[in-house]
């Protein structure tokens, strides 16, 4: 079996490595189970429940209440399109920061689009595919921290027929396009962009080596030739989301890392514990051409130092890159981190995959303003979420009591342990985010085809229900909950959903969507999560672009903006072609908002940001009111 990288996403790689068996009983079930006007009544048969809940209960006309005098949306919606372009308000603009192979030092060369480049000039390069990124303030100085998830064969080893590294050094450039660019920008003449030769410029790719903490380190599952004590990870890479520490430091998040490793040997034999997390024999790239590490055969532990949260300083150019490996090991979207109101450090985890759980870490010690609290992240219980039909949740601890596992087991094998305790199975739950302004937390379920139809990878049953209300449920919806008590340490909840996203210009049942859901604001696939300081939700999307069938008039992936108190949603910006819209920061007068515009064009139908017959390349992009006012 040959997997072309540039024409396989990640999910289309794990149907092929272990396609799940189907469930008879569940091929019956059909959407009408939920009704729009069922769910949004609270009376579905499998529970969906109101459609707002507690304090923010509001009748359907206040839901809907788009352009009234009590919305606080205060720009003109943009209608769906499908143009090569970024669409922004009146009365915004918008510009790209820096794109993958912009140079971060003088003594690199210029960017070439005709081969990709050489893995010297990447190392010195922003990365691909841009994603989850965090803003960063020192002494005048402004550093971002900027994802790096995956690569575009086809672009990046453009002199390649098959976009397949076939050397090792494309295999160096490979693995040099991926991981983290920290970066120090400014604004001169108005326009953003990279401090070239900036001490705070650096990359961290998957060959940078970090510190393994937490309850993994130093186990026998961690050992490798290389590093034969389990201390010293070489690497991150499938960075997809983030998070963000109040004591300055950057997390980033290792998602789809099992695509990175292969066996060659016919002989070879798949562990259990590598197929539930969807290791292949062939994976999605040929990094073993040039690093013996990614062989199964060779290396068999190696895939166990990976799939974690890490956390980078980046204010301090000489350190050291941690895994934290008590936040558990899975396919992470992002790291919503909040001080509860005991101070203890919460920080909420999603594991982005069909069937999957959503997480909770809760820090054994607590958080001092002012103290040393670098080490918070590395020691605390993690918890698998329960949803119950009655609108009622709670969180599950994953001890060696609960599991029968020991802590080690547990942080690498969190998957395991989460089916042991019958956590719930997810609609491939992504960002996560918290609001600032009050105790209630936000979950981007983006979809899951096999909702009803197939169990998850460890067998799991996923059967419609609770939060995840649809079959073959392709348009996604956003679950929030609220803790119990005002406390984000406690271990219950209420929940309901803020969004069924759907077409109401093609369906009238539950792929219509919620009543806040309109053929003016519609969308599908929410993926990326963003509060702003004024508690307005950011939604952004990576779903079908079609533009057809039941994706008609929804055009190209975009952003949006919710109103938690209303439910009021509008369409604030469409990206171009192909692309994902993700990742979002603010500059700390929060006049310009940076967001990722990932793999434009990765069917080969783009060529933005600079037009005409050129490579596509995925951007970062700053957005600001012309007027130069706060944004949100």
Not at 255 to 263: C, I, K, Q, R, V
Not at 280 to 300: C, H, I, M, Q
Not at 381 to 404: C, M, Q, S, V
Request: charged share 20%; aromatic share 10%; net charge negative.
């Amino acid at each position: 079996m040959k997997i072309e990288q540039h024409a396989l996403s990640f999910d289309e790689l794990d149907e092929i490595a272990r396609p799940a068996p189907d469930i008879v009983e569940f091929e019956e079930v059909a959407n009408a189970m939920v009704s729009r006007r069922g769910f949004l009544g609270g009376s579905a048969a499998v529970g969906a429940g109101a459609f707002v809940m507690g304090s923010t209960a509001l009748s359907a006309s206040n839901a809907l209440a788009a352009g009234t005098e009590q919305s606080r949306l205060a720009f003109k919606m943009v209608k769906a399109n499908a143009l090569d372009t970024i669409t922004v308000p009146e009365g915004y603009k918008w510009e790209v920061l820096a794109s993958w192979g912009d140079p971060l030092f003088s003594n690199a060369p210029a960017f070439d689009a005709v081969t990709g480049g050489t893995g010297a000039s990447q190392e010195l390069a922003f990365g691909d595919h841009n994603d989850g990124m965090a803003f960063f303030s020192k002494g005048g100085k402004q550093i971002m921290a900027i994802n790096n998830e995956y690569t575009n064969g086809s672009t990046l080893h453009a002199n390649r027929a098959d976009g397949m590294p076939a050397t090792a050094d494309d295999v160096r450039k490979n693995k040099a396009a991926h991981g983290v660019s920290i970066v120090e920008v400014s604004q001169r003449g108005g326009h953003w962009g990279i401090v070239q030769d900036s001490p705070y410029n650096r990359r961290i790719t998957a060959d940078t080596e970090m510190d393994i903490t937490g309850p993994a380190r130093g186990h026998k599952w961690m050992q490798t030739s290389a590093d034969p004590k389990g201390l010293v990870a070489k690497g991150t890479w499938n960075n997809c989301g983030n998070g963000q520490t109040p004591w300055g430091t950057y997390l980033t998040c290792e998602e789809n890392f099992n695509g990175y490793f292969t066996a060659k040997d016919k002989n070879y034999s798949m562990p259990e514990a590598f197929k539930r997390y969807g290791l292949s024999t062939e994976g999605r790239y040929n990094w073993a051409l040039g690093d013996e590490r990614f062989d199964l055969v060779k290396e068999p532990n190696e895939p166990n130092r990976f799939g974690y949260i890490v956390e980078i300083d980046p204010l301090d150019p000489t350190s050291r890159p941690k895994k934290r490996t008590a936040l558990g090991r899975f396919k992470h979207e992002n790291a919503e981190l909040t001080i509860a109101s005991n101070g203890h450090v919460v920080v909420y985890l999603g594991d982005d995959e069909r069937g999957e759980f959503l997480y909770r870490f809760v820090s054994k010690y607590k958080y001092l303003a002012g103290g040393n609290n670098r080490d918070l992240l590395e020691d605390g219980t993690l918890y698998a979420a329960k949803f119950h039909d009655n609108n009622r949740g709670e969180w599950i601890a994953l001890t060696p009591k609960t599991t029968g596992m020991t802590d080690a087991e547990i942080a690498i094998h969190t998957r395991m342990a989460a089916s042991k305790v019958g956590a719930t199975t997810m609609d491939r739950p992504e960002w996560v985010a918290a609001n600032p302004n009050k105790v209630e937390v936000f979950c981007a379920l983006t979809n899951n085809k096999n909702r009803g139809v197939k169990p998850n990878a460890g067998g799991d049953a996923t059967p419609p229900g609770g939060p995840n209300p649809r079959v073959k449920n392709n348009f996604g919806q956003i679950v929030r909950w609220v803790p119990m008590n005002a406390d984000h340490t406690s271990g219950e909840f209420e929940w309901n959903l803020f969004v069924l996203a759907g077409n109401p210009a093609v369906y009238d049942d539950a792929n219509a969507g919620s009543q806040n859901i309109n053929q003016d604001n519609m969308f599908n696939s929410p993926d990326g999560l963003k509060f702003d300081s004024k508690g307005l939700l950011w939604i952004q999307t990576d779903g079908n672009y079609s533009n057809e069938n039941g994706f008609q008039g929804q055009g190209n992936n975009q952003m949006l903006v919710g109103d938690p108190e209303t439910g009021e949603i509008r369409r604030f910006l469409v990206g171009p072609k192909e692309c994902e819209i993700t990742g979002a920061a603010w500059n700390e007068e929060r006049t310009t908002m940076f967001i990722s515009v990932q793999h434009p064009g990765e069917k080969g139908n783009s060529h933005w940001p600079n037009g005409g017959q050129s490579v596509p390349r995925s951007s970062v992009v700053a957005i600001s009111r012309e007027d130069g006012a706060v944004i949100g």
